[in-house]
């Protein structure tokens, strides 16, 4: 199937509307998917402006906030070795999707959790480049993402609401990790 040439993000906003009235979420996330798969392939480039690293955290730019409150669009652009701590999505579904670059994507399991002491196990661990897209679907959605790339690279994400937090699992000697609330904000 062939969409026509898309460009800015307008252009699959509609397909994004449509997508989030599937019955549930994982009919959601797959057509969510598709839509940034296919505006990947049709050559979708995003404002510039959105496209800047910062130099000391990776950026999170909002794109596009649904009016109706069913999703929202954020774009990440990443420096070199720039990348995120093993984190949750608050209960939110996302798909994620590399726009430019070449990104580090882990994903891990939890197994048990012990007097706020959490225990993981990875699962799996790949090197992901442009089009490649992956759905969170809670309670799957414990993961790191890096930069793997010597450039800047750039990752578009689609959340199922607003992620105004998430929890960050601190690294302790035991071999386990304590859960911190993070409060998240957009760059400018
Ligand atoms: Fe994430």
Same mark, same amino acid.
């Given at each position: 199937?062939?969409?026509?040439?898309?460009?800015?993000?307008?252009?699959?906003r509609? *397909? +994004?509307?449509?997508?989030?009235?599937?019955? @549930?979420?994982?009919a959601i996330?797959?057509? #969510?998917?598709?839509? +940034?798969?296919?505006?990947?392939?049709?050559?979708?480039s995003?404002?510039?402006?959105?496209?800047?690293?910062?130099?000391?955290?990776?950026?999170?730019?909002? +794109?596009?906030?649904?009016?109706?409150?069913?999703?929202?669009?954020?774009v990440?652009?990443?420096?070199?070795?720039?990348?995120?701590a093993? @984190?949750?999505?608050?209960?939110?579904w996302?798909?994620?999707?590399?726009?430019?670059?070449?990104?580090?994507? !882990?994903?891990?399991?939890?197994?048990?959790?012990?007097?706020?002491?959490?225990?993981?196990?990875q699962?799996? @661990?790949?090197?992901a480049? *442009?089009?490649? !897209?992956?759905?969170?679907?809670?309670?799957?959605?414990y993961?790191?993402?890096?930069?793997?790339?010597?450039?800047?690279?750039?990752?578009? @994400?689609?959340?199922?609401g607003?992620?105004?937090?998430?929890? #960050?699992?601190?690294? !302790? !000697?035991?071999?386990s990790?304590? *859960?911190v609330?993070?409060? +998240?904000?957009?760059?400018?």
């Amino acid at each position: 199937m062939t969409h026509a040439a898309a460009t800015g993000f307008g252009s699959i906003r509609g *397909r +994004l509307d449509e997508a989030v009235r599937a019955p @549930h979420v994982e009919a959601i996330a797959q057509q #969510v998917k598709g839509v +940034l798969q296919d505006a990947l392939r049709n050559g979708l480039s995003l404002p510039g402006e959105f496209q800047v690293s910062l130099a000391d955290t990776y950026a999170r730019r909002l +794109l596009h906030r649904d009016p109706d409150g069913r999703y929202t669009v954020v774009v990440m652009t990443w420096g070199p070795g720039q990348r995120t701590a093993l @984190h949750d999505h608050a209960g939110i579904w996302c798909v994620e999707c590399v726009v430019d670059g070449n990104m580090e994507v !882990a994903q891990y399991d939890l197994m048990s959790e012990t007097d706020g002491a959490f225990r993981f196990e990875q699962r799996n @661990h790949v090197v992901a480049g *442009r089009g490649s !897209a992956g759905c969170l679907i809670p309670p799957f959605e414990y993961h790191t993402l890096g930069n793997a790339a010597e450039t800047p690279s750039v990752t578009l @994400h689609v959340y199922g609401g607003e992620m105004d937090h998430c929890h #960050v699992f601190e690294p !302790a !000697a035991d071999g386990s990790y304590r *859960r911190v609330r993070k409060d +998240l904000a957009y760059h400018p």
